[in-house]
């Protein structure tokens, strides 16, 4: 049995190639798409000609600037840099799709961040967390950050619950 949560504070964890083709299929990205931290590439394997950052390759997502610009950013981000790997995103992408805990979108500062930025939170996709994944305890899914986005927030169930 895994544990519940990494007592190593590792936040290399690799999205399978499965759940990223759900993630892929389910959000149907167009334009220019970034993988920020992309690892193994797995989410790059089912979304070709994205373009991709991964500080252990050389390609640092931090070093990006305002001038540039994705229609897309989807990834599994780092959980102990989240809030500002989110800021980071939200400055050079329209369309965020985080994999994460779906608890810890719901943080007073983070939500005060998206809105702020001038983003909602278009839909929410519940999956179920890989057996590789460390058990947590909560609802692992996707969140869609949408730039200009005020409506309501879609929840998908593609989850066993």
Request: with cysteine; proline share 6%; glycine share 6%.
């Amino acid at each position: 049995m895994r544990p519940i949560a990494q007592r190593n504070g590792n936040d290399v964890v690799q999205t399978p190639v499965y759940l990223a083709e759900l993630i892929a299929a389910h959000f149907c990205p167009t334009g220019r798409i970034l993988e920020p931290c992309c690892g193994e590439g797995n989410f790059l394997k089912v979304l070709p000609g994205a373009d991709w950052c991964e500080i252990t390759k050389g390609r640092d997502f931090f070093a990006l600037t305002e001038h540039d610009h994705w229609d897309w950013i989807i990834t599994n981000p780092p959980y102990s840099q989240y809030r500002i790997f989110l800021q980071k995103a939200m400055a050079v992408a329209d369309n965020i799709v985080f994999l994460q805990l779906i608890n810890a979108t719901f943080y007073r500062a983070r939500l005060r961040d998206v809105f702020a930025a001038g983003f909602g939170i278009a839909e929410l996709l519940l999956v179920d967390a890989p057996s590789e994944f460390p058990q947590f305890g909560f609802q692992l899914g996707c969140v869609h950050y949408k730039r200009n986005h005020k409506g309501d927030t879609k929840i998908t169930v593609r989850s066993s619950l």
